[in-house]
């Protein structure tokens, strides 16, 4: 069994966040992704942005104290909502699931919200797994696919804690 841990993100993360992201497949699986994740001056200011922003909670996810991806919570139009992205090598255990149980302790505001791709079995698991309610589908660009799909938006109510 393996321990599973949210910790800040301090400058040191960079470099395996960038090489994460830029995984095509990683990519395609998560769809809405940067425009290019190849390019390492976007990315740069895409998180200079983001840590500088208080209502952007950036955390990284460890797996047996090693990294094995990042998880987040931000404002998007008024609703909070977490994202989490794992590395390759720490998918399938339950890393995902535990981060997001993790990330959502540490959230109060409810309802929280998530978007996925609909085709993206795993992710749509972990957010059942932890609390979480399709409300709502919709057709979104997603930049990894240069094309327009279906994502579903879900929420976790305000009664519910998901853990």
């Known amino acids: 069994m393996t ?3 949210l910790r800040p ?3 040191d993360d960079a470099d395996a966040v960038f090489e994460m992201m830029r995984d095509p497949d990683a990519g395609a699986q998560a769809a809405f992704t940067a425009d290019d994740p190849s390019d390492r001056a976007a ?3 895409w998180l200079e942005r983001h840590r500088a922003d ?3 909670l950036m955390l990284v996810v460890t797996d047996d104290g090693g990294f094995a991806g990042t998880a987040a919570a ?3 139009d008024g609703d909070r909502e977490v994202t989490l992205w794992i590395t390759r090598n720490a998918q399938g255990r339950g890393v995902a699931s535990a981060a997001l149980r993790l990330l959502v302790a540490r959230e109060a505001e409810r309802p929280l919200y998530a978007r ?3 085709d993206n079995a795993a992710s749509i ?4 797994k932890n609390g979480f309610s399709e409300i709502r589908r919709q057709r979104a660009y ?6 327009e799909i279906d994502e579903l938006v879900f929420a976790l109510p305000p009664t519910l804690d998901g853990i």
């Open 3 to 5: 321990h599973v841990d």
């Open 9 to 11: 993100f301090d400058d």
């Open 43 to 45: 990315f740069d200011a």
């Open 54 to 56: 208080d209502r952007v």
């Open 74 to 76: 931000f404002t998007v």
């Open 116 to 118: 996925v791709a609909a």
């Open 125 to 128: 698991a972990v957010l059942a």
């Open 142 to 147: 997603a930049p990894a696919r240069g094309e």
